[in-house]
């Protein structure tokens, strides 16, 4: 199952298309648009009945969109509660090869917009565990701005700062350290001088999705890094990535 | 019991059942990276040189990054949308991320294709790897800022020891038509829609969409235009065929793998 999310921005509007469809079969009209956000300790499930909608997709305009809020599909009967312990895996619809995603797109007020197909696997929220990602793959130097958007959702109902470092590969030196939330779409401007080969981003504890948008004169750039994971296809791929990890976390801790 | 279990496990994953369940479209399989070892695998990237467009090209030392192998080096193959041979361009001394500016004074041509990219080391502590470097492009046009996707369709490889092609294709093909994929985005609302195939597979790929009927050939690219479509449903008979995709609105452009 694959939760949905946004970005707000007084810089930027985002909007969402959540399809209907899986993408190899037909409409599934039982599926209902729902919403999740963080009520106390608890989770607060909503059937969303006032965003724009056609026969194929949900279309979640900016007004809908908030950085805690988070969006999924379901059954109305799959929905037993309206506030849980935990985000709970309602059914497998989402769950499809190619991956079911959603239209992410980032609009610069008076300007240009992006987009990208987005996902936030319900596997990634019940683990721990750090990103990486090199801050020079998807960035500009060129650009008047580049950032790294990057989301977590976490299974539990809580929003704790964690931390997240740009890490030099070579030197093996932190050189720049902040703090991001969970359950929360984060924002941070890299400098330029972090825009460099051997920079990477790292995150401490919890997993997310890096998004890098790069703006330019109005003209945008809005893409994920891929996991290292990604990067092989044999058997040993997690034990590569493991060492990886492990010296990873030899720099930040 | 447990034999016959590991039995019907061994067919399940047997080529001629991955054929019966991909035709049957039965559970399929989409990719098929078993029994293989020590390649170096390319996405099926996308050049454009076109109508003011340039191509940024980033991707990272893998082999150093991940393995702590030093002087590797790649390779990037040049092809035209028809599949002809264009250049190959060899890179050593690489760091940790690279990038190359692909433009008609490189090429020499103003049009789109593909291109492939590998990486090749002596050290044999990684015989039993299979590396995909899925990279970075950006598309600018008319030297605006780069929009960016990532590497889409495993395509082709070779041998990361001793550089020799591998003829088997990743992306699995069926006998007919049956494969449907529809674009989870909708269309509308943009001045004009181009959707970029390529066919990173050695079969001929059949493929229709929107009263839209064409052919690729073995690695062949093909662009299509459209105008103001919500939904675009895709038939062939590949089981992974994704089209990078250009939509553009009010002198603004945005670049996605769909």
């Given at each position: 199952m694959n939760f949905f999310f946004g970005f707000k921005n007084n810089d930027y509007e985002t909007e969402l298309q959540i399809p209907k469809f899986q993408n190899k079969n037909s409409i599934n009209k039982e599926i209902n648009l729902y919403s999740a956000k963080i009520s106390g300790k608890l989770w607060e499930i909503n059937k969303i009945k006032n965003s724009d909608e056609d026969d194929y997709f949900y279309f979640i305009k900016d007004k809908l969109i908030d950085n805690k809020i988070i969006y999924f599909l379901a059954k109305d009967?799959?929905?037993?509660?309206?506030?849980?312990e935990k985000l709970i895996k309602y059914n497998k619809f989402t769950e499809t090869s190619p991956a079911f995603r959603a239209n992410f797109i980032i609009k610069k007020r008076n300007g240009g917009f992006s987009s990208y197909q987005s996902e936030y696997p319900?596997?990634?929220?019940t683990k721990n565990g750090s990103i990486t990602s090199g801050t020079a793959s998807l960035t500009s130097k060129s650009a008047n701005k580049n950032y790294i958007i990057f989301r977590n959702i976490f299974i539990e109902p809580i929003e704790r700062p964690f931390n997240i470092y740009f890490i030099n590969l070579k030197t093996n030196k932190i050189l720049k350290k902040d703090q991001f939330f969970t359950n929360r779409t984060n924002i941070i401007e890299i400098d330029n001088e972090l825009l460099k080969p051997e920079i990477y981003f790292v995150s401490s504890n919890y997993l997310g999705v890096p998004v890098y948008l790069s703006e330019k004169n109005g003209h945008l750039s809005f893409e994920h890094t891929h996991p290292p994971h990604e990067y092989f296809m044999s058997q040993n791929k997690f034990k590569i990535i493991k060492k990886f990890k492990s010296e990873i976390n030899k720099i930040i801790n | 019991m447990k034999s016959i279990k590991s039995l019907i496990k061994k067919f399940t994953r047997s080529d001629i059942s991955i054929i019966l369940r991909n035709n049957f479209r039965f559970?399929?399989?989409?990719?098929n990276f078993k029994d293989f070892e020590c390649l170096t695998v390319s996405d099926c990237f996308l050049w454009r040189t076109d109508n003011n467009f340039k191509t940024i090209f980033k991707f990272s030392d893998i082999l150093k990054i991940f393995h702590n192998i030093n002087n590797s080096k790649v390779e990037i193959y040049f092809y035209t949308k028809d599949n002809k041979f264009l250049k190959k361009i060899p890179i050593q001394n690489l760091g940790l991320s690279n990038e190359i500016i692909i433009d008609e004074n490189l090429l020499d041509i103003k049009d789109y294709g593909s291109f492939y990219i590998y990486h090749f080391t002596n050290d044999q502590k990684i015989n039993d790897n299979i590396i995909a470097n899925r990279c970075y492009i950006g598309f600018s046009q008319n030297n605006n800022l780069s929009s960016f996707v990532h590497g889409n369709a495993f395509a082709k490889s070779k041998n990361i020891n001793s550089m020799k092609n591998f003829k088997k294709d990743f992306v699995n093909t069926t006998f007919f038509k049956t494969n449907l994929y529809r674009i989870q985005k909708s269309f509308k609302n943009y001045d004009k829609v181009e959707l970029i195939f390529s066919n990173p597979t050695s079969k001929k790929l059949n493929i229709s969409f929107s009263d839209i009927n064409f052919s690729l050939q073995k690695s062949e690219c093909r662009k299509i235009e459209l105008n103001n479509q919500n939904l675009i449903e895709i038939k062939s008979n590949c089981l992974f065929l994704r089209p990078t995709i250009f939509c553009y609105k009010n002198n603004y452009l945005d670049i996605h793998h769909s």
């Amino acid at each position: 199952m694959n939760f949905f999310f946004g970005f707000k921005n007084n810089d930027y509007e985002t909007e969402l298309q959540i399809p209907k469809f899986q993408n190899k079969n037909s409409i599934n009209k039982e599926i209902n648009l729902y919403s999740a956000k963080i009520s106390g300790k608890l989770w607060e499930i909503n059937k969303i009945k006032n965003s724009d909608e056609d026969d194929y997709f949900y279309f979640i305009k900016d007004k809908l969109i908030d950085n805690k809020i988070i969006y999924f599909l379901a059954k109305d009967s799959e929905i037993k509660k309206s506030k849980e312990e935990k985000l709970i895996k309602y059914n497998k619809f989402t769950e499809t090869s190619p991956a079911f995603r959603a239209n992410f797109i980032i609009k610069k007020r008076n300007g240009g917009f992006s987009s990208y197909q987005s996902e936030y696997p319900f596997n990634m929220t019940t683990k721990n565990g750090s990103i990486t990602s090199g801050t020079a793959s998807l960035t500009s130097k060129s650009a008047n701005k580049n950032y790294i958007i990057f989301r977590n959702i976490f299974i539990e109902p809580i929003e704790r700062p964690f931390n997240i470092y740009f890490i030099n590969l070579k030197t093996n030196k932190i050189l720049k350290k902040d703090q991001f939330f969970t359950n929360r779409t984060n924002i941070i401007e890299i400098d330029n001088e972090l825009l460099k080969p051997e920079i990477y981003f790292v995150s401490s504890n919890y997993l997310g999705v890096p998004v890098y948008l790069s703006e330019k004169n109005g003209h945008l750039s809005f893409e994920h890094t891929h996991p290292p994971h990604e990067y092989f296809m044999s058997q040993n791929k997690f034990k590569i990535i493991k060492k990886f990890k492990s010296e990873i976390n030899k720099i930040i801790n | 019991m447990k034999s016959i279990k590991s039995l019907i496990k061994k067919f399940t994953r047997s080529d001629i059942s991955i054929i019966l369940r991909n035709n049957f479209r039965f559970k399929e399989i989409n990719f098929n990276f078993k029994d293989f070892e020590c390649l170096t695998v390319s996405d099926c990237f996308l050049w454009r040189t076109d109508n003011n467009f340039k191509t940024i090209f980033k991707f990272s030392d893998i082999l150093k990054i991940f393995h702590n192998i030093n002087n590797s080096k790649v390779e990037i193959y040049f092809y035209t949308k028809d599949n002809k041979f264009l250049k190959k361009i060899p890179i050593q001394n690489l760091g940790l991320s690279n990038e190359i500016i692909i433009d008609e004074n490189l090429l020499d041509i103003k049009d789109y294709g593909s291109f492939y990219i590998y990486h090749f080391t002596n050290d044999q502590k990684i015989n039993d790897n299979i590396i995909a470097n899925r990279c970075y492009i950006g598309f600018s046009q008319n030297n605006n800022l780069s929009s960016f996707v990532h590497g889409n369709a495993f395509a082709k490889s070779k041998n990361i020891n001793s550089m020799k092609n591998f003829k088997k294709d990743f992306v699995n093909t069926t006998f007919f038509k049956t494969n449907l994929y529809r674009i989870q985005k909708s269309f509308k609302n943009y001045d004009k829609v181009e959707l970029i195939f390529s066919n990173p597979t050695s079969k001929k790929l059949n493929i229709s969409f929107s009263d839209i009927n064409f052919s690729l050939q073995k690695s062949e690219c093909r662009k299509i235009e459209l105008n103001n479509q919500n939904l675009i449903e895709i038939k062939s008979n590949c089981l992974f065929l994704r089209p990078t995709i250009f939509c553009y609105k009010n002198n603004y452009l945005d670049i996605h793998h769909s």
